[in-house]
C-alpha cells in the first residue's frame, strides 16, 4: 500500500496560494490540514474570515480546516461555517506549541488540562453536524500528559488523532520521542497520524517498520525544503537538473501570485524571505542564499538575487530517489 501524505499546517507559509501554487507544479500530496483560524466571538462568521479555506480556491488539494480554540461555545460556530461550506471535517488544534498561544490555554497549553479537553469534546461534538479530527502532542510539559488523554478520547466520534511526538514546551528541539508515540497507539482505538521530522524518504520506510499500523504521514518542514519529497516516497525518481528547473518555474509562479495578492512589497519580500528560510535546504550554497534573499531590502533587488543565483548553474542537494 502506498503511503498516504498530508501536508502540514505552517502558519504564515502554507495559505491557500501555497498549497494550489505546490499541487500544480508537483506530486504526491494528498490532502492537506490548513493553518489553524482563531476563532470569533458571537455566532456569525464574516465570509472573509474564511477566504484562505474558500472551496473554489482549494480544488487542486483538499483540504481539512483547523481551528484553534479552547472553548467549544466559541468552536462550534466557525466549524458550522465550515461545514456550511460543503466541508466534512475541521480539525482542532492541540499542538501549536508557542508560548503566546499555550499560555493562554490554548493549543498545546491545553494538554495538561483534561478535565477541559473532555469538556470541549462534550458540549463541541453533539453541536456539530460535520466530523471532528485532532492534531495533538504527546504533552504541554510531559510526554506522559497523552496518556490519560487518549482513553478518555475514546469515548468520542473523533475522525482521527494527528501526533506530533513532542511536548509543547520542547517546540521543535530534540529528537522525537518515538518510544513515547509507540505506546500511544496501545492506548487509543481511533485511526493516528504520525507527524514529526520526516525529510526524506527512508524515515518514513525506518517509521513505518517500526508502526506498521500508521498508513498516512503528515509532513511540513520537509516538504518546505524538499517539495519533491512526497513524489519520492511515494516512488519516483527525478534527476537534479530537471528538479531547480522545476523548482525555478515554482518559484516564479509562486511569486507572482504573492505580488498580486499581498498589500505592498514589504509583505512581499516577507512572505519571500519567510519561505526562502525551508526552500534554501534543497540547494547546495543555499544557506549563503538565503543570507543574501535576507538582506534584501526592495523588490528588484530581491529578484536579481534569485536570478543570479538559477543563472548560475545552482546543484539539487534534496531527495533524488
Known amino acids: 500500500m502506498r503511503p498516504e501524505i498530508c501536508l502540514a499546517p505552517l502558519k504564515g507559509i502554507t495559505d491557500a496560494i501555497f498549497r494550489t501554487t505546490y499541487a500544480e507544479f508537483f506530486n504526491g500530496i494528498d490532502w492537506a490540514v490548513t493553518p489553524f483560524l482563531t476563532t470569533v466571538r458571537g455566532t456569525r462568521v464574516k465570509p472573509s474570515y474564511l477566504k484562505q479555506v474558500l472551496p473554489e480556491d482549494n480544488r487542486l488539494m483538499p483540504v481539512v480546516p483547523q481551528i484553534m480554540s479552547k472553548t467549544a461555545a466559541n468552536f462550534t460556530p466557525l466549524a458550522q461555517a465550515l461545514f456550511d461550506l460543503g466541508y466534512e471535517t475541521v480539525n482542532w488544534n492541540l499542538g501549536c506549541p508557542y508560548p503566546m498561544v499555550a499560555k493562554k490555554g490554548r493549543g498545546s497549553g491545553l494538554l495538561s488540562n483534561p478535565q477541559a479537553v473532555q469538556a470541549f469534546l462534550d458540549q463541541a461534538l453533539p453541536a456539530m453536524s460535520g466530523r471532528l479530527s485532532v492534531k495533538m502532542r504527546l504533552g504541554r510539559y510531559r510526554a506522559e500528559e497523552i496518556e490519560s488523554l487518549l482513553p478518555m478520547m475514546d ?21 522525537p520521542d518515538l518510544g513515547a508515540f509507540e505506546k500511544c497507539l496501545t492506548l487509543t482505538r481511533h485511526r493516528v497520524i504520525y507527524n514529526g521530522d ?9 517509521l513505518q517498520a517500526r508502526f506498521p499500523r500508521i498508513t498516512t504521514w503528515m509532513i511540513g518542514r520537509g516538504v518546505m525544503t524538499d517539495p519533491f519529497l512526497p513524489a519520492i516516497i511515494k516512488g519516483e525518481s527525478l534527476g537534479g537538473d530537471v528538479c531547480v528547473q522545476q523548482f525555478f518555474v515554482f518559484h516564479q509562479a509562486l511569486f507572482s501570485r504573492y505580488q498580486a495578492a499581498l498589500s505592498g512589497p514589504s509583505h512581499l519580500l516577507n512572505r519571500m524571505k519567510g519561505l526562502w528560510t525551508f526552500f534554501c535546504g534543497g540547494f547546495k550554497d543555499g544557506q549563503n542564499l538565503r543570507k543574501r534573499i535576507h538582506k534584501t531590502q526592495k523588490v528588484a533587488h530581491y529578484c536579481e538575487v534569485v536570478d543570479h543565483f538559477f543563472n548560475g548553474q545552482p546543484v539539487w542537494e534534496g531527495n533524488l530517489s
Open 155 to 175: 469515548h468520542y466520534p473523533i475522525e482521527s488523532i494527528t501526533i506530533h511526538p513532542r511536548t509543547g514546551v520542547q517546540m521543535y528541539a530534540g529528537r
Open 198 to 206: 520526516i525529510a526524506c524518504k527512508s524515515d518514513v520506510e525506518r
